[in-house]
């Protein structure tokens, strides 16, 4: 069974930082391409960043500039670096892998609230 398990969410004030990390118990997780969605009350899960087995990454265009996603393959982990937060980032935060096989996998999400 993988497991993708987030840590790291909390209460920030608006312009403040949070850095979130999401372990992976999965063999290959070096082949996937991980990734970050979000979801906040009422609105429909959007892309965050995401990052290829390669360390290509996109982002969606609310987070441009302001995030970074990073991946430790050593560690099966992937990390989210988000700067400058805006009270509309508040959301949970769902780590997301997809296999080359095409399975996808999503972990149980993690809060994240910023305060104005």
């Known amino acids: 069974q993988v497991q993708l398990v987030e840590s790291g969410g909390g209460l920030v004030q608006a312009g403040g930082s949070l850095s979130l990390s999401c372990a992976a118990s999965r063999n290959g997780f070096s082949d996937d391409v991980m990734g970050w969605y979000r979801q906040a009350p009422g609105k429909q899960r959007e892309l965050v960043a995401t990052i290829s087995n390669g360390d290509s990454t996109n982002y969606g265009d609310s987070v441009k500039g302001r995030c970074t996603i990073s991946r430790d393959n050593a560690k099966n982990t992937v990390y989210l670096q988000m700067n400058s937060l805006k009270p509309e980032d508040t959301a949970v935060y769902y780590c997301?892998?997809?296999?080359?096989?095409?399975?996808?996998?999503w972990g149980q999400g993690t809060q994240v609230t910023v305060s104005s």
């Open positions: 997301h892998a997809s296999t080359n096989w095409g399975e996808e996998y």
